[in-house]
């Protein structure tokens, strides 16, 4: 495991999707905007999500929803220097994708965004596995991007919850209800293009908003547990949300 990402539980790793691949991707993600509408003929990522928002949130919703089935993020979760990353900086040598999604942040749509969370509770699976969260042409602070708690491998903790009240995202079902160490809150608002954020699915996080008025952050984030992690093979290699019952468990420990 890398030193940084074991003393931190996170670490940004340059240059991991190449030009190519990031080109395909946002020739994907338009072609399926297109495809929406017979005038559509959108030939950049951020006014076409403009249209969406302003026009037709509705389509913008089916944007949103083909995004995460995208080809090319098949044969990026399962390219060479992804499965060489997760090996060198966590230490996963046999991955397991339980999970993927994708995010388009804008101004004008925060309740969008995620408060203080740990993405174990979200799919379970492993307090071992990792997150790999990529802004697809990287990050600047008028796109905002997480703010993160920095923690030791070996001081990471799986935060008691309770139920959310309100539902805008699946992260309000869980709410945080424990003392949150804001001391060690780290901002990543400054990433390039090609970069991901490797974090494990114990670190607590949450999201910085848009300021930007024409520019989105698109974000793909790829789940993975390791089939050879002792915890995985317990939970039958089963990833999934938790269950009420399991909260409860949780807060009585
Ligand atoms: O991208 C964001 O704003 C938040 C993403 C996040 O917290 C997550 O996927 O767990």
């Given at each position: 495991?890398?030193?940084e990402?074991k003393?931190?539980?996170?670490?940004?790793?340059?240059?991991?999707?190449?030009?190519?691949?990031?080109?395909?991707?946002?020739?994907?993600?338009?072609k399926?905007?297109?495809?929406?509408g017979a005038?559509?003929?959108?030939?950049?990522?951020?006014k076409?999500?403009?249209?969406?928002?302003k026009?037709?949130?509705k389509?913008?919703?089916?944007?949103?929803?083909?995004?995460?089935y995208?080809?090319?993020?098949?044969?990026?979760?399962?390219?060479?220097?992804?499965?060489?990353?997760?090996?060198?900086?966590?230490?996963?040598d046999n991955p397991?994708?339980v999970?993927?999604?994708c995010?388009?942040?804008?101004?004008g749509?925060?309740?969008?965004?995620?408060?203080?969370?740990?993405?174990?509770w979200?799919s379970v699976?492993?307090?071992k596995?990792?997150v790999?969260w990529?802004?697809?042409?990287?990050?600047?602070?008028?796109i905002?991007?997480l703010?993160?708690?920095s923690?030791h491998?070996?001081?990471?903790?799986?935060y008691?919850?309770?139920?959310?009240?309100?539902?805008?995202?699946?992260?309000?079902a869980?709410?945080?209800d424990?003392?949150?160490?804001?001391?060690?809150?780290?901002?990543?608002?400054?990433?390039?293009a090609?970069?991901?954020?490797?974090?494990?699915?114990?670190?607590?996080?949450?999201?910085l908003?848009?300021?930007?008025?024409d520019?989105?952050?698109?974000?793909?984030?790829f789940?993975?547990?390791?089939?050879?992690?002792k915890?995985f093979?317990?939970?039958?290699?089963?990833?999934g949300?938790?269950?009420k019952e399991s909260?409860?468990?949780?807060?009585?420990?």
């Amino acid at each position: 495991m890398d030193n940084e990402y074991k003393n931190n539980s996170f670490k940004i790793v340059n240059d991991l999707v190449s030009k190519s691949e990031r080109q395909i991707l946002q020739n994907q993600l338009l072609k399926i905007a297109n495809n929406l509408g017979a005038d559509f003929n959108f030939d950049d990522i951020d006014k076409m999500w403009n249209y969406f928002k302003k026009e037709n949130r509705k389509l913008g919703g089916a944007v949103y929803n083909g995004f995460k089935y995208l080809p090319i993020i098949n044969q990026i979760a399962h390219s060479e220097n992804m499965h060489k990353n997760l090996k060198k900086v966590c230490g996963i040598d046999n991955p397991a994708l339980v999970d993927v999604n994708c995010r388009i942040d804008s101004s004008g749509e925060e309740k969008f965004l995620f408060d203080w969370h740990q993405d174990y509770w979200f799919s379970v699976s492993s307090t071992k596995a990792v997150v790999v969260w990529m802004p697809i042409s990287g990050l600047n602070p008028s796109i905002g991007g997480l703010e993160i708690i920095s923690s030791h491998q070996k001081n990471i903790k799986t935060y008691k919850t309770k139920q959310g009240t309100k539902y805008d995202s699946y992260a309000d079902a869980f709410l945080i209800d424990d003392v949150i160490p804001y001391e060690d809150v780290k901002i990543i608002d400054q990433m390039d293009a090609g970069s991901a954020l490797f974090f494990s699915f114990s670190s607590l996080h949450k999201s910085l908003p848009v300021l930007s008025k024409d520019k989105s952050r698109f974000t793909i984030q790829f789940r993975f547990a390791d089939f050879d992690d002792k915890e995985f093979i317990n939970n039958h290699y089963r990833p999934g949300q938790v269950t009420k019952e399991s909260v409860v468990k949780s807060e009585t420990k």
